[in-house]
């Protein structure tokens, strides 16, 4: 036998073993369930501050609205600006949770993110939010 006969079969048979090796090992599941993911917020108003799609501010005191999967436990939505807990509405829609309160009138930074929390399936943990530009 040549050597490049020799290297042939050994080529064959690591790529054979390999092979098997790969099948014989369990495989993971293509679209794992993860719980939380299904909690979704969603229709965001004011629309999210963006320099290039949304350059918009909005004043202290405005109004705000979002929908929330109905996978979210109700009784465990909150909304909190710069650490503050918000005052929510809560209104149970065919597509989810429609959620609506009113940003604090006392806010002096130029950004503020709106903190959503929620728990989920399973009592998981799901967090969210947008940003918004206040006027100065």
Request: charged share 20%; with cysteine.
């Amino acid at each position: 036998m040549n050597v490049q006969k020799i290297l042939w079969l050994v080529v064959a048979i690591v790529a054979y073993g390999s092979g098997n090796a790969v099948w014989a090992q369990p495989r993971p599941p293509i679209n794992p369930v993860d719980p939380c993911i299904k909690v979704i917020v969603s229709a965001y108003n004011p629309p999210p501050f963006s320099r290039e799609t949304n350059n918009v501010e909005v004043a202290p005191g405005t109004n705000f609205s979002f929908l929330i999967s109905k996978e979210a436990k109700i009784d465990t939505i909150t909304v909190s600006v710069k650490g503050e807990h918000v005052p929510t509405t809560i209104a149970l829609q065919q597509n989810g949770t429609l959620v609506k309160g009113k940003l604090p009138a006392k806010i002096t930074s130029k950004y503020i993110r709106v903190e959503i929390a929620a728990k989920g399936p399973n009592g998981c943990d799901r967090v969210d939010g947008w940003l918004l530009k206040i006027k100065q």
